[in-house]
């Protein structure tokens, strides 16, 4: 591992902004904290940026995207768990964009390392960087951090707000702080009156906020229980606003036509079809890109298809073996990182078993439920926006930039999203509202891409390429050597997040490949960057989501090479060299019942990753029904460190694990043309209900610290499933889909 004094010669991505950014604005401002956004009035009296009271009770602010993964309830719990309220009686709002809803944990994510064997110096370390986030206004969801991110933080605002409520109460009463105690959003005095918080809250927003000690675990009455969603009857019922319910008094809506070659506009067009069309309000010429404002989105729609636009040349080659090809040329150069080293992978004991493997893994589109929408109303001098995104303060950003505001003069309002994965946290979508709203001053205009644009306008899951070798003697690991190439999801993505250039070593590239738990003396991991072609972005689990399956699936086939159980040959790897890591494969061995042997017509494969802080082990059982395979068990096991709820984490493992399924099976954007070919659903395919295996979920809360929920379950879902084929056919998937190679049931 590389020690901290390697780590200071070296300027590493995100983490290297984060510095600057400390050095630039100092201790001062470090610990000065973020100004408070909400804003005192209508008898609303605000204790603090997370928690505010008038007359109608509690109202909480739960400032991450909810896009599915239960984070509103689970943040609305933490301020609860101290502030002594029901979260089922409370209001919950995501809040506006502001510098004091920054993400602390995502950024601490950056600093080098393999983070399961931090040492607490390093932990430190990191809780320093992430506060650095503050300074690049990181208001955003994702990494898996939201838990991390709000657990002490979200606890802390409810706790203080609770004893500045009982300090308002000491002073109404003429007594001491310490003779109250809260209740159910009341302070109760000595001879049990109820002194409801709306009553003190006035009072209390005039106080200097009080710190206090949070409550020991033992006291806790919502943290690590199942506590009932509070976004869920809206849900069921229809009545959530999502990006595309959004309606405001004279709104128009708008539909666009992009060129189809990613980084370059049009040559010419002709609009005069969609001219005449009855409904058709304006016909809009974006620079690289034609739009069409009308009564509704359909008519919108058919207008702007029925614009002729003649698109320049794509920058890029032009098919998808020639991108690969490229991809494959940046293993010619020196490798940008070297994360992991140990030992000497050249100098094999004689005798070894050599194995080499290539794998290859396609570009991957989001395929969110919900297509890209976003609503803009631009009055001059101020431009609101809502939409369902992941990073309001990055909206807010480029919105101010793209109409030449002041960041304050731009609101940014975050409803539902309807599925996320990272998609959402990209503006190009609120970019396009921005500049359609531009034209249309004075006019809300709501614009939705079609599922064809959407699919075809994705920033992408790169495509990678990795190439191992491995040894095996007697039975043991005794070398891997992996090489992975792709583009770079840090350089391009949190580039356009950050609007900073990226340099140095990408930890991200190389994730859940060099930093597997697994005790293999001589280890090295190298990541290989190619150069920009296709847009490509942040995808659930981001590099894990193809290391994860490199770097299991070598395992699996040195585990055979070996003669092995492919369970006991991790397992006697992780057991050497991180606890957790071995509990949860000895939990999902007991879940599964896994024997080691599967009789004919049915398969089982094993995976573990380690992603966001979170061990997972998945089990995943095939079957053989009449030439067509099914999946027809899966089990998974996760350590958390701390599980906020229960119910909802199993969720959080189960869709991750599904998410990583479908992708497996199905998922691959090829290009033709400078083209994307996919268009929609059908030929762009997910698990149906029918195809889904059973799924059982165990929990632990073994390792030391909070890892993540929403992406640790997807790294272990591609291998798990290959390696079950594998065991069923004896067939090795050294590429994804599974499709093209198996008969699987759909």
């Given at each position: 591992?590389?020690?901290?004094?390697?780590?200071?010669?070296?300027?590493?991505?995100?983490?290297?902004?984060?510095?600057?950014?400390?050095?630039?604005?100092?201790?001062?401002?470090?610990?000065?904290?973020?100004?408070?956004?909400?804003?005192?009035?209508?008898?609303?009296?605000?204790?603090?940026?997370?928690?505010?009271?008038?007359?109608?009770?509690?109202?909480?602010?739960?400032?991450?995207?909810?896009?599915?993964?239960?984070?509103?309830?689970?943040?609305?719990?933490?301020?609860a768990?101290?502030?002594?309220?029901?979260?089922?009686?409370?209001?919950?709002?995501?809040?506006?964009?502001?510098?004091?809803?920054?993400?602390?944990?995502?950024?601490?994510?950056?600093?080098?390392?393999?983070?399961y064997?931090?040492?607490a110096?390093?932990?430190?370390?990191?809780?320093?960087?992430?506060?650095m986030?503050?300074?690049?206004?990181?208001?955003?969801?994702?990494?898996?951090?939201?838990?991390?991110?709000?657990?002490?933080r979200?606890?802390?605002?409810?706790?203080?707000?609770?004893?500045?409520?009982?300090?308002?109460?000491?002073?109404?009463?003429?007594?001491?702080?310490?003779?109250?105690t809260?209740?159910?959003?009341?302070?109760?005095?000595?001879?049990?009156?109820r002194?409801p918080?709306?009553?003190?809250?006035?009072t209390?927003?005039?106080l200097?906020?009080?710190?206090?000690?949070?409550?020991?675990?033992?006291?806790?009455?919502?943290?690590?229980?199942?506590?009932?969603?509070?976004?869920?009857?809206?849900?069921?019922?229809?009545?959530?606003?999502?990006?595309?319910?959004?309606?405001?008094p004279?709104?128009?809506?708008?539909?666009?036509?992009?060129?189809?070659?990613?980084?370059?506009?049009?040559?010419?067009?002709?609009?005069?079809?969609?001219e005449?069309?009855?409904?058709?309000?304006?016909?809009?010429?974006?620079?690289?890109?034609?739009?069409?404002?009308?009564?509704?989105?359909?008519?919108?729609?058919?207008?702007?298809d029925?614009?002729?636009?003649?698109?320049?040349k794509?920058?890029?080659?032009?098919?998808?073996e020639?991108?690969?090809?490229?991809?494959?040329?940046?293993?010619?150069?020196?490798?940008?990182?070297?994360?992991?080293?140990?030992?000497?992978?050249?100098?094999l004991?004689?005798?070894?078993?050599?194995?080499?493997?290539?794998?290859?893994?396609?570009?991957?589109?989001?395929?969110?439920?919900?297509?890209?929408?976003?609503?803009?109303?631009?009055?001059?001098?101020?431009?609101?926006?809502?939409?369902?995104?992941?990073?309001?303060?990055?909206?807010?950003?480029?919105?101010?930039t793209l109409?030449?505001?002041?960041?304050?003069?731009?609101?940014?309002?975050?409803?539902?999203l309807?599925?996320?994965?990272?998609?959402?946290?990209?503006?190009?979508?609120t970019?396009?509202?921005v500049?359609?709203?531009m034209?249309?001053?004075?006019?809300?205009?709501?614009?939705?891409?079609?599922?064809?644009?959407?699919?075809?306008?994705?920033?992408?899951r790169?495509?990678?390429?990795?190439?191992?070798?491995?040894?095996?003697?007697?039975?043991?690991?005794?070398?891997?050597?992996?090489?992975?190439?792709?583009?770079?999801?840090?350089?391009?993505?949190?580039?356009?997040?950050?609007?900073?250039?990226?340099?140095?070593?990408?930890?991200?590239?190389?994730?859940?490949?060099?930093?597997?738990p697994?005790?293999?003396?001589?280890?090295?991991?190298?990541?290989?960057?190619?150069?920009?072609?296709?847009?490509v972005?942040?995808?659930?689990?981001?590099?894990?989501?193809?290391?994860?399956?490199?770097?299991?699936?070598?395992?699996?086939?040195?585990a055979?090479?070996?003669?092995?159980?492919?369970?006991d040959?991790?397992?006697?790897?992780?057991?050497?060299?991180?606890?957790?890591?071995?509990?949860?494969?000895?939990?999902?061995?007991?879940?599964?019942?896994?024997?080691?042997?599967?009789?004919?017509?049915?398969?089982?494969?094993?995976?573990?990753?380690?992603?966001?802080?979170?061990?997972?082990?998945?089990?995943?059982?095939?079957?053989?029904?009449?030439?067509?395979?099914r999946m027809?068990?899966?089990?998974?096991?996760?350590?958390?460190?701390?599980?906020?709820?229960?119910?909802?984490?199993?969720?959080?493992?189960?869709?991750?694990?599904?998410?990583?399924?479908?992708?497996?099976?199905?998922?691959?954007?090829?290009?033709?043309?400078?083209?994307?070919?996919?268009?929609?659903?059908?030929?762009?395919?997910?698990?149906?209900?029918?195809?889904?295996?059973?799924?059982?979920?165990?929990?632990?809360?073994?390792?030391?610290?909070?890892?993540?929920?929403?992406?640790?379950?997807?790294?272990?879902?591609?291998p798990?499933?290959?390696?079950?084929?594998?065991?069923?056919?004896?067939?090795?998937?050294?590429?994804?889909?599974?499709?093209?190679?198996?008969?699987?049931?759909?």
């Amino acid at each position: 591992m590389a020690s901290l004094k390697k780590i200071a010669r070296r300027s590493f991505l995100i983490g290297s902004a984060a510095i600057v950014g400390g050095v630039a604005f100092g201790t001062y401002k470090y610990h000065q904290p973020a100004p408070n956004p909400l804003a005192q009035k209508d008898g609303r009296s605000v204790l603090n940026p997370f928690v505010f009271v008038d007359q109608s009770g509690v109202t909480l602010i739960a400032p991450r995207a909810e896009m599915g993964q239960g984070v509103k309830s689970a943040w609305a719990s933490l301020i609860a768990e101290e502030l002594d309220v029901d979260p089922a009686k409370v209001t919950v709002l995501h809040g506006p964009a502001a510098k004091a809803y920054y993400n602390s944990a995502m950024m601490s994510e950056a600093l080098p390392g393999r983070g399961y064997d931090g040492s607490a110096l390093q932990h430190s370390l990191g809780e320093i960087v992430g506060h650095m986030a503050k300074f690049l206004d990181l208001q955003v969801t994702g990494g898996s951090s939201s838990m991390r991110d709000g657990f002490e933080r979200m606890r802390h605002a409810g706790a203080s707000a609770r004893e500045t409520l009982k300090q308002a109460a000491a002073d109404q009463l003429g007594i001491s702080r310490d003779q109250l105690t809260t209740e159910d959003g009341h302070v109760i005095t000595p001879d049990g009156t109820r002194l409801p918080y709306a009553d003190l809250a006035r009072t209390a927003a005039n106080l200097t906020p009080i710190e206090t000690d949070l409550r020991k675990a033992s006291e806790w009455r919502l943290i690590g229980k199942d506590v009932p969603r509070i976004d869920m009857v809206a849900k069921v019922t229809g009545t959530a606003e999502f990006g595309v319910d959004v309606r405001l008094p004279g709104m128009k809506f708008a539909a666009i036509r992009q060129s189809p070659h990613f980084g370059v506009g049009k040559t010419a067009f002709d609009a005069s079809a969609a001219e005449g069309m009855a409904g058709v309000d304006k016909i809009l010429d974006l620079g690289d890109a034609v739009a069409v404002v009308a009564n509704n989105t359909w008519l919108a729609q058919q207008a702007v298809d029925a614009i002729d636009v003649t698109w320049e040349k794509a920058p890029y080659p032009e098919t998808t073996e020639a991108i690969f090809d490229e991809i494959a040329r940046s293993f010619d150069a020196a490798p940008n990182s070297t994360m992991r080293d140990d030992g000497n992978v050249d100098a094999l004991p004689e005798g070894a078993t050599v194995i080499e493997a290539e794998y290859r893994l396609p570009y991957l589109a989001h395929a969110t439920m919900e297509p890209m929408n976003a609503t803009a109303l631009y009055s001059g001098d101020v431009l609101q926006i809502w939409a369902p995104n992941q990073g309001p303060t990055v909206v807010q950003k480029k919105a101010a930039t793209l109409a030449g505001l002041d960041v304050d003069a731009v609101e940014v309002n975050t409803t539902y999203l309807g599925g996320g994965f990272g998609r959402r946290i990209e503006t190009d979508y609120t970019d396009r509202a921005v500049q359609i709203a531009m034209q249309m001053q004075g006019t809300p205009v709501q614009l939705t891409w079609s599922r064809e644009e959407d699919m075809r306008h994705d920033v992408y899951r790169p495509g990678a390429i990795a190439r191992y070798r491995a040894a095996v003697k007697d039975g043991k690991a005794v070398m891997v050597h992996g090489k992975i190439a792709a583009q770079s999801t840090t350089v391009e993505g949190a580039g356009r997040m950050l609007g900073l250039p990226m340099s140095g070593p990408d930890k991200g590239h190389v994730d859940a490949a060099f930093n597997q738990p697994l005790a293999i003396p001589n280890f090295r991991v190298e990541g290989y960057l190619a150069k920009p072609m296709l847009p490509v972005g942040f995808w659930r689990s981001v590099g894990a989501s193809f290391n994860g399956f490199f770097s299991d699936c070598i395992i699996d086939e040195m585990a055979h090479a070996a003669g092995r159980d492919p369970l006991d040959f991790r397992l006697e790897l992780a057991r050497a060299e991180w606890e957790p890591a071995a509990k949860v494969l000895e939990t999902v061995r007991d879940m599964s019942g896994w024997t080691g042997k599967t009789p004919d017509g049915i398969g089982r494969g094993v995976a573990m990753a380690y992603s966001f802080g979170t061990p997972v082990a998945q089990v995943i059982e095939v079957a053989d029904e009449d030439g067509q395979i099914r999946m027809t068990d899966a089990w998974i096991a996760a350590d958390l460190g701390r599980v906020i709820d229960p119910k909802n984490t199993r969720a959080q493992m189960f869709g991750g694990m599904v998410y990583g399924l479908s992708a497996a099976c199905f998922g691959e954007i090829t290009i033709d043309g400078g083209a994307v070919e996919q268009e929609n659903f059908p030929d762009y395919d997910a698990l149906r209900m029918h195809t889904m295996p059973t799924v059982q979920v165990e929990l632990l809360e073994n390792q030391p610290r909070m890892g993540g929920a929403g992406e640790p379950g997807t790294p272990p879902a591609a291998p798990a499933l290959a390696n079950a084929l594998f065991d069923l056919t004896g067939k090795r998937a050294q590429q994804l889909p599974l499709m093209h190679e198996f008969d699987l049931l759909i």
